[in-house]
């Protein structure tokens, strides 16, 4: 008779200890924070220099500040004390200029100086550490800016006299309604403007494929002829896919097919409890290597122009290399939306990657089976606070102005969750150890390499990325021995890849670098190239025609004869879990 193995009793209940802190620590590890204060603490206090700079800075500042404040407060076109920091929008309206707000607005930007100044180049602190302490006082010191109180806030008082206080009862109005809508937990489907199937994802096309993990969308063709190699999109799945699909006028889809070509799209599940053990294989085997076999099945013996968007670049990026090592030789070419493949610089998202951290997460998701969504997005919302945090309570809660909504917001609204085994194992092989970029990412037996790849490839990366930064993204052009043709986009890492022809205020930088030609370093890189204005969509397109191999009759929706009969209409049934 077999014995069963106990349970790892222990094991359970520090996870489970851990995942009932995390619900109110949003995900946060306290030691991991807990470590880095210390590691600035103890170094600082036995840093005397320092500390002497730190109380001789103070001081000048202070005593240099009351000189200033006292010429502002007779003169409103006094220069400012401290300028802001390039994208610092909070001081930016007029109304800041006039005392005594012009002294509130100085004043607390000579905090945040301060603050900085003394977070910052502690002798010993390691640099994780000095950044994670720096990030928290930022997000500290936010609490008390001027710009979130309506007393102190200049624009809220006008506005409040202005309209007699209407203004305050519709932010109170506001402030209750999405209380009332966060308890109940309702989102108002029913009153959204943009609704998925109807002003979204709505570019005609069918379901051809669906296992337990993707369906796979045909796109309808709108031109007599098409381009001979077909296109297959994996977006990240921490996000729905409608993202390229969004309004008629943004789709990145719709642009496509209009161009010619034969789209299809990955619309991935969405994970519960039953899904904790898929891995990074089965998002590989189940994703992108079952679409390309329902595509050869469509378009036989046609290569494949492969296209992954963040995450789901890397994970292109990822069977782009395997295929390469197995010498299968289906893919025509290979682009990459904001997609990291050395995660050495990944930005400010590595503020919350470290071993005391990713242990907390994992025994968080342990307990669930998966990563939440509102976890997910408590770490986007502190990177980008003033954007999603503050000026949100600004303009709703004080100004009473009504919440807007577009398409970009209500896709961004309609994240997905994580399961327990792939998320880990993608944060630990790599944010964590960079095993992509080091030759160590295992993919089936052996690891991959990414100098196998010989297809030419096509990479994005915007300028204002939090998640990817751009500088990240470039360190392709040392990863892989092809052609590298770069592009560098203004926006940020959602905002700059919507960018269809006529958006306005939309420009690109392109380069193209070939495995003969130097290292280029980014910041050179970003000399050396013109910017130019419109939407980097048109040159991709070329570039996607250069690299196809002619012109072909638009193929049938699907091939049930070969097992892959149509299923539904677009945009099928994954993309309306919740």
Same mark, same amino acid.
């Given at each position: ?148 109180? &309506? ?60 296992? $337990? ?170 990177? $980008? ?6 000026? $949100? ?34 944060? $630990? ?139 539904? &209409? ?9």
């Amino acid at each position: 008779m077999t014995r069963m193995p106990f349970p790892d009793i222990k094991n359970s209940i520090d996870r489970v200890i851990h995942a009932i802190e995390g619900r109110h620590t949003n995900g946060l590890s306290p030691a991991s924070l807990t470590l880095a204060y210390m590691d600035w603490l103890i170094h600082t206090s036995h840093s005397p220099g320092k500390l002497n700079e730190l109380l001789e800075n103070i001081l000048r500042k202070s005593s240099a500040f009351g000189l200033w404040a006292a010429r502002a407060s007779l003169d409103s076109n006094a220069a400012p004390f401290i300028q802001s920091l390039p994208g610092d929008r909070r001081f930016n309206d007029p109304a800041w200029k006039r005392f005594p707000y012009n002294v509130m607005a100085q004043g607390f930007l000579l905090q945040e100086q301060w603050w900085h100044y003394a977070t910052t180049g502690i002798p010993g602190v390691a640099k994780h550490h000095e950044n994670v302490v720096s990030f928290a006082a930022r997000q500290c010191l936010d609490l008390f800016s001027p710009t979130n109180y &309506p007393f102190t806030n200049p624009t809220v008082v006008e506005k409040a006299i202005s309209t007699g206080g209407q203004s305050l009862a519709k932010g109170m109005q506001n402030l209750m309604e999405d209380l009332q809508h966060s308890l109940l937990e309702d989102k108002n489907p029913d009153d959204q403007p943009f609704v998925v199937g109807k002003q979204l994802a709505c570019t005609p096309g069918k379901v051809i494929f669906r296992n $337990r993990l993707i369906e796979l969308i045909q796109y309808s063709p709108t031109t007599d002829k098409v381009a001979a190699e077909p296109i297959l999109i994996t977006p990240a799945w921490i996000m729905k896919y409608y993202i390229l699909d969004l309004s008629e006028h943004n789709s990145m889809v719709r642009y496509l097919v209009d161009k010619g070509h034969t789209v299809f799209m990955i619309s991935w599940h969405n994970p519960d409890a039953r899904d904790r053990d898929m891995g990074m294989s089965d998002y590989l085997n189940l994703g992108v290597m079952d679409a390309l076999k329902a595509i050869n099945a469509v378009l036989p013996e046609r290569k494949v122009h492969l296209v992954g968007y963040c995450l789901g670049g890397t994970l292109a990026t990822i069977a782009a290399a395997a295929m390469s090592r197995d010498n299968d030789d289906r893919l025509q070419s290979l682009t990459m939306f904001t997609a990291q493949t050395d995660f050495t610089e990944a930005g400010e998202l590595m503020l919350f990657i470290d071993e005391s951290q990713l242990t907390y997460m994992e025994d968080i998701m342990w307990d669930k089976g998966y990563l939440d969504t509102q976890q997910m997005a408590g770490a986007f919302t502190l990177l $980008r606070s003033y954007d999603l945090i503050w000026s $949100r309570i600004v303009s709703e809660y004080l100004l009473g102005e009504s919440p807007r909504v577009n398409d970009l917001m209500t896709w961004n609204a309609d994240s997905t969750r994580m399961p327990y085994k792939m998320h880990s194992e993608y944060l $630990r092989h790599l944010f964590l150890n960079n095993d992509l970029a080091s030759g160590r990412f295992p993919v089936g037996e052996r690891p991959i390499s990414l100098r196998d790849i010989r297809v030419p490839v096509f990479c994005v990366a915007t300028q204002t990325d939090h998640v990817a930064p751009w500088r990240s993204v470039y360190k392709v052009h040392d990863l892989m021995n092809t052609e590298v043709t770069f592009a560098l986009t203004s926006g940020g890492h959602n905002a700059g890849i919507v960018s269809e022809p006529g958006h306005p205020r939309r420009s690109y930088q392109l380069g193209v670098q070939t495995p003969e030609d130097k290292h280029i370093p980014a910041d050179d890189w970003l000399l050396r190239h013109d910017s130019r204005d419109g939407s980097w969509w048109e040159p991709w397109s070329d570039w996607l025609t250069q690299h196809s191999t002619g012109q072909i009759k638009p193929p049938a929706m699907g091939n049930a004869d070969a097992g892959y009969p149509v299923i539904a &209409p677009a945009p099928g049934t994954y993309v309306f879990e919740r």
